[in-house]
C-alpha cells in the first residue's frame, strides 16, 4: 500500500462529487428535452492519459462513449500542447464519436502549468443537422444524412468559444439557439470541474493528487481481475439479430459474440457479426465499447469502484467492416437497437456459465418514436419518445414490467407532457399483460401505447426492436413475446410496422405499439 | 403553570421540548413505540405534566405517515383513472435507481395498488381544459362497487388533465359519496394539481392511503390530550415546515410526510436566528444517515420534488440533501483493498458492536468510542452503557488488521472517511450550487453532529460553528417555532403569453381565499401572504421559484422578469425568450409567538480530563459540562463537552464560548 487508505477514499469521494456537480450543472439548465426529460447527458473526471478517474450517476451508454473521445482527443491534442482554458470539442463517428447529436467536450486541469486531469462532458443535442430534425434519421444510409461532423477541435481558447466555428456549426443546424445554449451548460460543467480539481491539488499536493489518483485505478484493475479469476474459464457463444437495418426491411441482420473467460481477463470477438448494413443500425466502436463496459461492471460486482481499472482486463474483437466497426460512410444514427443487442448478447454468453448471476435477456428494445410537423404558428416541433419493454426474471425474482434496462435508464413523456407539446392524444398506456416469458421467474412484460394524431400531417419515424426475434428464456425459462406494432388509418386500413418505419401521419390517423416481453428465468412450476 | 409543548416521533426515541410560560424549557426524551407510536407521546405527555399546570400550545410531528408509506402498512386503497390509463402508476417513468443491478425489483407502487384494484372509465379532459368526452358516471359507480367488494378503505381518483379542470373528479367524488357513504376520497386535483400523471396519481394514491390510518392515529392522539385534560387544540407539523390544526391535517395526510427534516430546519433556523445569523447550515447527524439544510434570510430553503423511498411525493419540503452517514454506518473494505464507511447501517438493532446487542461489524461510533470521543458510561444520558471491548474488537478485525493499522490509526481513519462524506453532502448543498460555505455558520445536530462538525467545518473553510442548546431535540423545539400555515397551488404549465394579466390575478385571489378559509378553520388570522411561481424557458424540464409582489396588478410580468433574473442567479447565464408558467402557489402563515427558552442548567458529568484522539493526536482533553459554561466565557480548545442528548468535540485550534440559546465555536489557531 502505497496511501493511507482514508486520503485515498476521501479523493474517491470528492472525485464523485465533482463528477455529480457537472452532471447537475448540465441537467438544471438544459434546454434539449431529450437530456431533459431523458437525462440524456454525462460527466466525468479523466487522467491526463485518458483513464477514466470518475464518472457522474448518468446513462451508462454516455459514460461509455465519452472514454474513446477522449482518448481521440487526446491523441490530436498531446497534453504538451495545451493551454489553460482551451476547450476540446468533437463529435464525428468516424474519429471516436458515437453518434452525431453526442457532443463530447474535454478541457484540462492545469496546476503549476501541468495538465493534472482533464474534465469531460458528453451530450444529445437537440439537432445537429442532417435529414430530419432532431438527426436521426431511420431512413439515412450514408453518414452525410446525418448532420454536421466535428472532427476532434480546439474550440475554443481561453474559455471562449470559437466564433467562427460556432458560425459555421450555427448554419448547418436547426436549432443554434438551443445548441449554444446547452454547449455552454457543458463548458461550465467542465469549468466548475477544473476549478473543483484545482482545489483539491492545492490541498493534497499535484504530485500526490496524480499518484492516488492512478494507485485507485490500480486497485480497481487488481479488483475486476480478482472477480474475472472467480468465475470459470471457458469460451461461450451467444448469438441473437437486429430486425432489420430500417432500410432493407426483410432481411435480418445477425450477431454473434464469443466470450472468452481465462484467469483473468475476459475476450469478447464479435467475428460472425453481419457486415455492416445500409440502414442506420451500424454502431461505431465507442456505442460497442459502452455496452462491453456496462456488461463488465454489472458481473464483476457493485464493490468495486468505478474507474478506467475496470476495463482494463477486458479485450474487445471487432471485425473490420462489421455492423460493429463500420467504414465510412456507412449510416450510424440509431445505434441504441445494436448497443442493447450487444451488451445482451454478452451477458448471455455469460449466463451460460454463471445461470445463478445473469438474468434471463432483458426485452432488448427501447423503441425510439418522434413525431414532428408544424404547430399553427409554422414553427416546427419534435415530440420523442421512448418506450421500454421489461427486465428479464432472474434466480432472484421475477423481471419487472415496463422499465428501462441495460445501457439505458432514460424516463418515458408523461401522456400530458405530450399533448401539450403536440396535436396528439394518448388513448392508452398499458402493460402488456402475458408478455414476459414464462418462467419459474416470469420475464418482464412489455409495454402498449396506442397515440391518435388529432391535426396531420405528422412526420412518424419509428424504431422497434424484437418483432422477428424473441427475448430469450435462460435456465429452462420461456421466450418472451416479440414485439408488434401497427399504423390505424382514420380510414380503418390498418398498416403493420415491420420494425421500423418512417412515414405521414394524418389527422385521425393511430398508432398503436406493443415491445417485446423479456425472458423467463428457470423452468415454470 | 400553563406549558407550551412539542413532541416529535423519531425512529428510536420520541422528543419533546416543553416550555414554562417563564421561558424555563424542559426536554425529555422516551423510547418510541413503533406498534402504537402515540403511547410514547402519551408517556412524554404524563412526565412533563406530573407536577401539574395546564397546556397553552400542543405541537406534534410524526414519522407515522412516512413510516406507512415506507412499510406498506397504510390502509388498501383503490385508484380509478382514465380509461387507457390505468396501468400508468405501475410503469411510472421507466427508470430504476441502480444503473449496474442486473436484478432489481419494481420501482413503481405497484404493491400499493395491484391491477385489479386500478379501474378506469371513460371520459377526458384535453391539454386546454376543454371536456373531450363526457364522464361515464356509471361506469364510476360500478368501479366504486368493484373497489368496496374487494374491501378497499379509501379510494383515490387522478384522470388526466385535471390539474387544469377538476370537474370529473369533484363529480366522481360526488358518486363514490352517493355509492359509498363516509368513504375516504382523495382527488389528484386537490393532492397534487400539477402536470406529470404519473408523479401526481402516485401522491393522491399516497394521500388516500393514508387517511384512515392517519384519522385513527390522530384520534388517538386527541384522545390522549382529552385524558389529560389538555383542551386546546391539536396542532400538527406539515412537510412544508409549518403547522396546521388536525382537521386539515385529516384532509390531506400526505402533507404530513416528509416533516421531521423540515422541522429540524426550522428549529435550525430559529437557533440561527438566536445566534444572529440570518444565513446558516445544519447538518443533524442520527444513526443512519446525516440530514443537510441550507439556511437563507432565515428560513429553510424548500423544494417540490419530495420523494419517499423509491416514490416520488410531490409535496413542499426543507430542501434536505440526505446521506448514508451516521453513527450506524458501517467501515469495511472493498474489493479493491479500500476503506469504506457506509452506505449501510447497524441501524437501532443490533446496532453498532459497542451496544453489545449481537451487532460485530464495526461503526463509527465504535470508532468514536476507541478515540475516547464518547463516554461509554454516559451515552445518551446514560441509557445505554456502550461496550468498548465490543467496539475495539471490532474495529480490529475487520478494519486494523486488514489494512495493517494500529487500532486507533483505524478509528481515525473511519471517522476521516465518514467526514469527508458528510463535508461532501454539505458541498452539494452549498458550493455546487454557487454558494461559498466559508461565509456560513455550520450547525451540528442529533446525537452525532457535534462529534464530527468541527472537522466538517475545517475541510470546508467554515470558521465559525453555532450549537443549539439542545441539538438532540431540535426537531421538537422547531414545533414551537414553526408558524401555522395553510397553502394552496394550482398548475398551468403554460406559456405566460397565452395567460392574460386578469386570469393570473383570479387566480391568485382564489388560491389566497382558500388559505385564508383553511386559516379561520384553525381559528387564526394570517399576519403574511407569500405568492411565488414555479416557471422555466419554454423547453426547459427544471423550474426555478420566483416570488410574486402582493397585490400586483401584473402577476405575469412579475414572473417573467423575476424568472429570468433568477435563471441567471442560479446558472450565470439567462436570456429574454418565453417563459412558462408551471404552477401558482399561495402561502399564508400566522408566526408563532413562542418567547425565548431557557434550558436547565443542572450538569450531571463531573469535570475532568480524558485521553482522546483527535486529528490522530493523542490527547488529555479536558471534559466540560455544557450547563457548567458560564455564558459569555471563552476558552480555548481541545475540549470535549458533554450534555445529556450529545456530545461536541472541540479540537485545538478552536474556541468556544456559551451564549444562553447556543454555544459558538471559532476557529482561533
Known amino acids: ?525 | 403553570m400553563m406549558y407550551e409543548i412539542g413532541i416529535d416521533i423519531g425512529g428510536t426515541f420520541t422528543d419533546a421540548v416543553c416550555r414554562a410560560a417563564d421561558g424555563s424549557t424542559r426536554l425529555l426524551k422516551v423510547p418510541s413505540t413503533p406498534r402504537d407510536p402515540s403511547q410514547a407521546v402519551g408517556v412524554a405527555l404524563a412526565r412533563l405534566l406530573a407536577d401539574g399546570g395546564g397546556v397553552a400550545r400542543f405541537l406534534h410531528g410524526t414519522t407515522v405517515a412516512t413510516n406507512a408509506i415506507l412499510e406498506g402498512t397504510a390502509a388498501k386503497v383503490g385508484l380509478i383513472t382514465t380509461a387507457g390509463f390505468e396501468d400508468a402508476l405501475e410503469i411510472g417513468r421507466m427508470v430504476r435507481a441502480a444503473n449496474y443491478d442486473l436484478s432489481f425489483g419494481p420501482q413503481t407502487p405497484v404493491d400499493v395498488v395491484p391491477a385489479e384494484r386500478r379501474l378506469g372509465v371513460a371520459g377526458r379532459i384535453g391539454p386546454d381544459g376543454a371536456e373531450v368526452s363526457a364522464l361515464d358516471e356509471a361506469a364510476v359507480a360500478r368501479a366504486v362497487h368493484d373497489l368496496l367488494a374487494q374491501g378497499v378503505q379509501a379510494i383515490a381518483i387522478s384522470f388526466l388533465f385535471a390539474f387544469i379542470n377538476p370537474a370529473h373528479e369533484q363529480r366522481a367524488r360526488e358518486i363514490v359519496a352517493r355509492e359509498a357513504p363516509g368513504l375516504a376520497v382523495s382527488l389528484s386535483s386537490e393532492v397534487d394539481p400539477a402536470i406529470r400523471e404519473y408523479e401526481r396519481t402516485c401522491a393522491t394514491v399516497f394521500d388516500a392511503a393514508l387517511k384512515p390510518v392517519m384519522n385513527v392515529y390522530l384520534s388517538r392522539i386527541e384522545t390522549i390530550l382529552a385524558g389529560q385534560g389538555v383542551s386546546v387544540p391539536l396542532q400538527v407539523m406539515h412537510s412544508r415546515g409549518g403547522l396546521l390544526g388536525a382537521g386539515a391535517a385529516r384532509g390531506r395526510p400526505i402533507r404530513l410526510t416528509l416533516s421531521g427534516p423540515s422541522a429540524a430546519a426550522i428549529g435550525a433556523a430559529s437557533v440561527f436566528r438566536d445566534a444572529g445569523f440570518e444565513q446558516g447550515v445544519s447538518i443533524d447527524v442520527g444513526g443512519t444517515s446525516a440530514d443537510v439544510a441550507l439556511i437563507e434570510n432565515g428560513t429553510p430553503a424548500l423544494r417540490h420534488d419530495g420523494r419517499i423511498g423509491k416514490y416520488p411525493v410531490r409535496v413542499p419540503t426543507a430542501d434536505v440533501l440526505a446521506v448514508a452517514a451516521g453513527g450506524g454506518s458501517i467501515a469495511w473494505i472493498d474489493a479493491a483493498g479500500g476503506l469504506r464507511v457506509g452506505p449501510r447501517s447497524a441501524g437501532a438493532d443490533p446496532g453498532p458492536a459497542c451496544y453489545g446487542r449481537g451487532g460485530v461489524l464495526p461503526t463509527v461510533l465504535d470508532a468514536s468510542v476507541v478515540l475516547g470521543l464518547v463516554d461509554p458510561t454516559r451515552f445518551a444520558n446514560g441509557e445505554l452503557q456502550l461496550r468498548p471491548d465490543l467496539a475495539e474488537a471490532a474495529i480490529r478485525r475487520d478494519i486494523a488488521e486488514p489494512l495493517g493499522m494500529s487500532l486507533v490509526e483505524a478509528a481515525t481513519a473511519i471517522h476521516r472517511v465518514i467526514n469527508a462524506t458528510m463535508a461532501e453532502a454539505v458541498r452539494q448543498m452549498t458550493v455546487a450550487r454557487g454558494i461559498d460555505p466559508r461565509d456560513f455558520p455550520l450547525m451540528p445536530a442529533g446525537g452525532g453532529g457535534g462529534l464530527h462538525v468541527a472537522a466538517i467545518a475545517e475541510d470546508l473553510g467554515m470558521t465559525r460553528i453555532v450549537v443549539p442548546a439542545a441539538p438532540g431535540v431540535l426537531a421538537a423545539t422547531g414545533l414551537l417555532e414553526a408558524p401555522l400555515e395553510h397553502d394552496a397551488s394550482r398548475g398551468f404549465f403554460r406559456s405566460l403569453t397565452q395567460l392574460p394579466e386578469a386570469a393570473l390575478r383570479e387566480a391568485i385571489a382564489g388560491l389566497t381565499a382558500r388559505c385564508a378559509a383553511a386559516m379561520a378553520a384553525d381559528g387564526a388570522e394570517a399576519d403574511e401572504t407569500e405568492v411565488s411561481a414555479a416557471a422555466s424557458f419554454m423547453g426547459q424540464g427544471h423550474t426555478l421559484d420566483v416570488v410574486i409582489p402582493t397585490g400586483t396588478d401584473t402577476p405575469g410580468e412579475a414572473i417573467r422578469l423575476g424568472f429570468i433574473e433568477a435563471h441567471r442567479l442560479a446558472y450565470g447565464h439567462t436570456r429574454d425568450a418565453p417563459v412558462r408558467l408551471v404552477e401558482l402557489r399561495v402561502v399564508q402563515r400566522k408566526r408563532s409567538t413562542t418567547g425565548a427558552m431557557r434550558w436547565p442548567a443542572h450538569a450531571t458529568t463531573p469535570d475532568g480530563t480524558r485521553a482522546a484522539t483527535i486529528y490522530g493526536q493523542a490527547l488529555d482533553v479536558p471534559i466540560l459540562h455544557r450547563a457548567r459554561l458560564a455564558p459569555g466565557e471563552r476558552r480555548q480548545g481541545p475540549a470535549i463537552i458533554e450534555q445529556a442528548d450529545s456530545t461536541t468535540v472541540v479540537p485545538p485550534g478552536w474556541a468556544f464560548t456559551a451564549h444562553p440559546t447556543h454555544l459558538l465555536l471559532e476557529v482561533s489557531p
Open chain 1, 1 to 525: 500500500m502505497k496511501h493511507d487508505p482514508a486520503t485515498l477514499e476521501i479523493i474517491r469521494r470528492r472525485l464523485e462529487g465533482i463528477a455529480e456537480e457537472m452532471q447537475g450543472i448540465m441537467l438544471r439548465s438544459a434546454v434539449s428535452p431529450i437530456v431533459r426529460e431523458a437525462n440524456d447527458a454525462s460527466a466525468s473526471i479523466f487522467l491526463p492519459d485518458g483513464t477514466v478517474m470518475a464518472q457522474s450517476v448518468s446513462l451508462p451508454l454516455l459514460l461509455g462513449c465519452l472514454l474513446p473521445a477522449v482518448q481521440r482527443l487526446l491523441k490530436q491534442f498531446p497534453v504538451e500542447s495545451m493551454a489553460p482554458g482551451d476547450i476540446f470539442a468533437m463529435n464525428d463517428p468516424y474519429d471516436g464519436g458515437t453518434h452525431i447529436p453526442d457532443l463530447s467536450l474535454m478541457m484540462p486541469v492545469f496546476v503549476d502549468g501541468q495538465v493534472v486531469a482533464l474534465a469531460g462532458t458528453i451530450f444529445h443535442h437537440q439537432d445537429m443537422g442532417g435529414l430530419t430534425p432532431g438527426s436521426v434519421p431511420t431512413n439515412a444510409t450514408e453518414i452525410f444524412h446525418e448532420g454536421l461532423r466535428l472532427p476532434p477541435l480546439r474550440l475554443g481558447r481561453d474559455g471562449v468559444v470559437d466564433e467562427q466555428i460556432l458560425r459555421i456549426i450555427g448554419v448547418n443546424i436547426r436549432t443554434a439557439d438551443a445548441f449554444e445554449w446547452d454547449l455552454n451548460a457543458q463548458i461550465a460543467a467542465c469549468r466548475a470541474a477544473v476549478t473543483r480539481l484545482q482545489e483539491l491539488a492545492a490541498r493534497h499536493g499535484a504530485a500526490p493528487l496524480t499518484a492516488m489518483m492512478r494507485e485507485l485505478v490500480d486497485r480497481a484493475e487488481a479488483a475486476t481481475r480478482a472477480a474475472i479469476r472467480a468465475m470459470p474459464d471457458g469460451r461461450w457463444v451467444y448469438e441473437d439479430a437486429l430486425d432489420n437495418d430500417g432500410v432493407v426491411l426483410d432481411q435480418p441482420v445477425p450477431l454473434r459474440v464469443t466470450v472468452t473467460v481465462r484467469d483473468d481477463t475476459i475476450t469478447l470477438d464479435f467475428t460472425g457479426t453481419s457486415p455492416q448494413v445500409k440502414g442506420p443500425v451500424n454502431a461505431v466502436p465507442a456505442g460497442v465499447m459502452a455496452g462491453a463496459y456496462f456488461a463488465i461492471r454489472a458481473v464483476t460486482g457493485h464493490d468495486i469502484p468505478n474507474n478506467g481499472g475496470c476495463f482494463r482486463p477486458l479485450a474487445v474483437i471487432l471485425p473490420e467492416g462489421s455492423l460493429l466497426n463500420p467504414r465510412a460512410p456507412a449510416a450510424v444514427n440509431a445505434r441504441t437497437g445494436t448497443v442493447k443487442l450487444l451488451t445482451n448478447a454478452v451477458l448471455g454468453a455469460l449466463a451460460q456459465a454463471m445461470p445463478d448471476r445473469i438474468p434471463a435477456a432483458n426485452s432488448g428494445v427501447s423503441v425510439v418514436m418522434a413525431l414532428s410537423g408544424r404547430d399553427d404558428n409554422g414553427a416546427a416541433f419534435v415530440v420523442t419518445e421512448a418506450l421500454q419493454g421489461g427486465s428479464g426474471g432472474s434466480a432472484e425474482r421475477p423481471g419487472v414490467n415496463c422499465v428501462s434496462t441495460d445501457i439505458g435508464n432514460t424516463m418515458n413523456q408523461p401522456a400530458e407532457a405530450m399533448e401539450m407539446d403536440a396535436p396528439v392524444r394518448v388513448h392508452r398506456l398499458a402493460v402488456r399483460r402475458g408478455s414476459g416469458g414464462p418462467g419459474l421467474h416470469p420475464g418482464g412484460c412489455g409495454t402498449i401505447r396506442e397515440y391518435e394524431v388529432l391535426k396531420g400531417p405528422l412526420t412518424l419515424t419509428f424504431r422497434g426492436e424484437r418483432h422477428f426475434h424473441p427475448a430469450r428464456g435462460a435456465a429452462g425459462g420461456g421466450d418472451g413475446r416479440m414485439s408488434e406494432a401497427h399504423v390505424l388509418r382514420a380510414d380503418g386500413r390498418r398498416e403493420e410496422i415491420r420494425s421500423k418505419l418512417s412515414t405521414v401521419l394524418q389527422t385521425g390517423d393511430r398508432l398503436v405499439m406493443a415491445t417485446a416481453g423479456a425472458g423467463g428465468w428457470g423452468t415454470p412450476e
